[in-house]
């Protein structure tokens, strides 16, 4: 058996074998060979290279940038609702108003793992992203908007039917690769939306405040809410006061 | 298949990133465009293949196809060409890296840019068989090429290991590689 029909036998080296004839030459062969020695030694070297370079995430825009083109690609056929006017509007002065809360020193870390959706960063990340979203309906009737999410979703979600709350539509969103439903809703002219995200294991949880967003000063009058029930993840997020999103999330996860 | 296509390829995005940045020599803006195009055309198989078959080496196999597709189709780059022509295959000598220990360290960003000077194939094949861990048997169906073809490309990890070293020096004028 020569260098290169031994290392052929033994890879990768790691890998658990049974210990068949060739197996046992090809080691036999490693044992008393320098130079596979020396390649052994190289290839682990090479591979602890690789694999401390590959420590890094990938850039968030590239994230960004495939789960849009897959929220695209998953858009065919359906018909798209362009946004209002008003709606771009409002959700371009909102992200305005994140990222300004971003560059004011709030860590809002969108490295987080999907064990921490409650800290807010990632429903930031979302919220931001609602701008060039597509998938979506425009209705305020309850059922046309429940049937559109659990179409999409694969599972029944229904709007909230909260006094005082104006259901004006809904839009599919991505988070960390799990689609989920942000509903829209216009309280006193004002847009408060509502974060649910499906999740495996989700156990349930109290409204809290993101500790990622701070006050609802701080904000520039946008305040944001987690909480969970059995396997969603949840969020109410807008242009209201803290204390009024913490009684809409608390009469919400009843 | 109970998971959507983008709850599967979330915990991958960050591996196929890092192959598709050694398959691209350290370049980010064709890294980048590699994984959303191999992601984009896997979302269509996706939905039509058995539950069970996706996994991150299917992934891998899906990267790697469309990396080696967009070099036959396109590069005019001397480097890049898929498939190396047989005289130029590198020899067998050894490169002058000699680990002497187990505290050998090879520098991580050195060796994403020295995939520049090897060809594409073997780009890919040291990809899915040094770094990867794929088995001989299982990188010849990506590689379209047979058990010989493969160590005809592995061969060129000597050269890799050589720019890798070559680059350490570059960088900072210390030889970290062990010596050349």
């Not at chain 1, 990938?58 to 209002?84: C, H, K, N």
Request: hydrophobic share 40%; net charge negative.
């Amino acid at each position: 058996m020569d260098c290169s029909e031994a290392r052929h036998a033994l890879w990768p080296p790691e890998r658990p074998r049974l210990a068949e004839a060739e197996v046992l030459e090809a080691r036999q062969h490693v044992e008393g060979c320098p130079a596979c020695e020396s390649y052994l030694a190289q290839d682990r070297a090479l591979l602890d290279a690789y694999d401390r370079a590959s420590r890094e995430r990938a850039p968030q825009a590239l994230r960004e940038r495939v789960f849009d083109a897959l929220a695209r690609e998953r858009s065919r056929g359906l018909a798209p609702t362009p946004p209002t006017k008003g709606r771009r509007r409002w959700v371009l002065v909102a992200a305005a108003s994140v990222v300004g809360l971003l560059a004011g020193g709030f860590a809002v870390s969108l490295r987080n793992g999907p064990e921490d959706l409650n800290d807010g960063g990632l429903f930031a990340e979302d919220y931001l992203r609602r701008a060039v979203a597509e998938v979506r309906i425009v209705s305020s009737d309850i059922a046309e908007v429940s049937r559109f999410l659990t179409r999409e979703l694969g599972r029944p979600i229904r709007p909230l039917e909260i006094a005082g709350l104006r259901l004006i539509g809904a839009e599919i969103c991505l988070i960390e690769g799990r689609r989920g439903a942000m509903i829209q809703y216009l309280e006193n002219g004002r847009e408060i939306s509502h974060y649910l995200i499906p999740r495996e294991g989700t156990r349930p949880r109290d409204p809290e405040p993101a500790p990622a967003w701070g006050s609802s000063d701080g904000a520039g009058g946008l305040a944001l809410i987690t909480w969970a029930v059995h396997e969603i993840e949840q969020a109410l997020v807008g242009e209201a006061s803290q204390e009024h999103l913490m009684e809409l999330a608390r009469t919400a996860s009843l | 298949m109970n998971q959507t296509f983008e709850e599967f390829v979330g915990p991958h995005i960050d591996r196929l990133y890092h192959g598709a940045l050694f398959l691209n020599a350290g370049e980010e803006p064709p890294a980048e465009d590699l994984v959303l195009w191999t992601l984009t055309g896997a979302f269509h198989e996706f939905r039509r293949i058995d539950e069970g078959t996706a996994s991150e080496e299917w992934l891998e196999g899906k990267l790697v196809g469309a990396f080696l597709a967009r070099a036959a189709a396109g590069s005019t780059d001397d480097n890049s060409g898929v498939t190396p022509p047989a005289a130029e295959l590198p020899s067998h000598e050894p490169v002058g890296y000699e680990p002497s220990s187990g505290a050998v360290e090879i520098d991580s960003e050195a060796l994403f840019r020295a995939g520049a000077d090897i060809p594409a194939l073997a780009r890919a094949a040291i990809w899915l068989v040094v770094f990867r861990r794929w088995s001989y048997g299982e990188a010849f169906g990506v590689l379209n090429t047979d058990l010989d073809g493969l160590k005809d490309l592995l061969q060129y990890r000597q050269v890799l290991l050589a720019a890798v070293v070559q680059g350490s020096v570059d960088q900072d004028g210390t030889d970290r590689g062990g010596g050349r």
